[in-house]
């Protein structure tokens, strides 16, 4: 009697156990496939293959050069939506991943994207449309913190993601500085701004008060100002605007912001300059004052005097 009672425990138990969803459930493998046969249907998506991992996936752009290998830096823009709907990451001013290609899954992303990008994109340039089973980004745990049901908080967990990546050149003519001139010229047309010049460095600058000093800018100088500085979706990152305002050292300053003194200002001079990431903070960024990598900035300043 009792072996018949311990034998219907463990069966009831292993019942229980099997109808619980998880990583390694065998069913979770068609779950995914129907939800993202679904999402191609409901949104319209054409020409999408599928690898043999069960990534779903469209190349829009062929990448040129010699085959990625792990080892390889790489440098890569994305948008990120979840199939749910509750979680979208559009913002390519920020979106960026600079580093190894085999460091990719170490910084939060899927290890299916780092493999998607060796295995699809394959070389410099390319550019796809990844749709990437649950079980293959964060599972049926998701990431982040909060609820849910909060839009843009957390991933849920048993989500589908629908990312865009466009992996940046290393070629001259469609590389980063190609890019980051491309943002800034979208950023002046977006925000209908006009007359700003760009010199040969891809610095673009509009000069709205001219200064009335006459002591030059040196790399010996420093310049007393006003300013702020600032990404392209509008964040601010640093600023200085009250008396008696910030004493700079010229060659302390980026390099971008060290052009603009010494080629445009004077005493008096207010002006907005606004720069490429090669000019700025560069691959790497300042992750104390939220400015990611391969960011453009823009720098709004009012010089107060000019110490030589």
């Known amino acids: 009697m009792k072996k018949i009672i311990l034998s219907l425990l463990i069966a009831v138990v292993a019942g229980f156990v099997s109808c619980r969803k998880t990583d390694t459930d065998v069913d979770i493998n068609q ?8 999402y191609i249907k409901t949104n319209g998506i054409t020409g999408m293959q599928k690898d043999a991992s069960g990534v779903y996936y469209k190349v829009l752009k062929t990448g040129t050069g010699s085959r990625f290998q792990y080892s390889d830096s790489v440098g890569f823009v994305y948008t990120l939506h979840s199939f749910d709907g509750q979680y979208a990451s559009v913002d390519t001013i920020a979106n960026h991943y600079t580093g190894y290609l085999g460091h990719i899954s170490e910084a939060t992303y899927p290890l299916s994207l780092q493999t998607a990008i060796y295995e699809l994109v394959k070389n410099y340039g390319g550019k796809i449309r990844l749709l990437i089973p649950s079980h293959l980004a964060y599972g049926a745990k998701g990431i982040g913190t909060g609820s849910s049901t909060t839009v843009n908080v957390r991933i849920a967990g048993n989500q589908c993601l629908d990312y865009y990546i466009n992996v940046m050149n290393n070629q001259p003519g469609d590389n980063q500085n190609t890019y980051d001139d491309l943002v800034i010229k979208n950023y002046l047309a977006a925000k209908g701004l006009t007359g700003y010049q760009r010199t ?42 009250d008396a008696p305002g910030a004493q700079l050292e010229v060659p302390e300053v980026i390099t971008g912001i060290r052009e603009a003194f010494k080629s445009l200002a004077t005493t008096g001079a ?5 720069m490429p990431s090669s000019l700025a903070y560069g691959q790497m960024g300042v992750k104390a004052n939220n400015i990611p990598g391969n960011s453009c900035l823009r720098f709004d300043v009012q010089v107060l005097n000019v110490t030589p």
Do not use: H, W
């Open 31 to 38: 779950y995914d496939d129907e939800q993202i046969q679904a």
């Open 200 to 241: 040969s460095s891809g610095l673009y600058y509009l000069i709205t008060r001219p200064g009335v000093g006459t002591t030059p800018v040196t790399n010996n100088s420093y310049v007393n100002c006003f300013y702020t500085t600032g990404l392209l979706n509008g964040l601010m990152v640093d600023q200085n605007n």
């Open 270 to 274: 207010k002006m907005t300059i606004i």
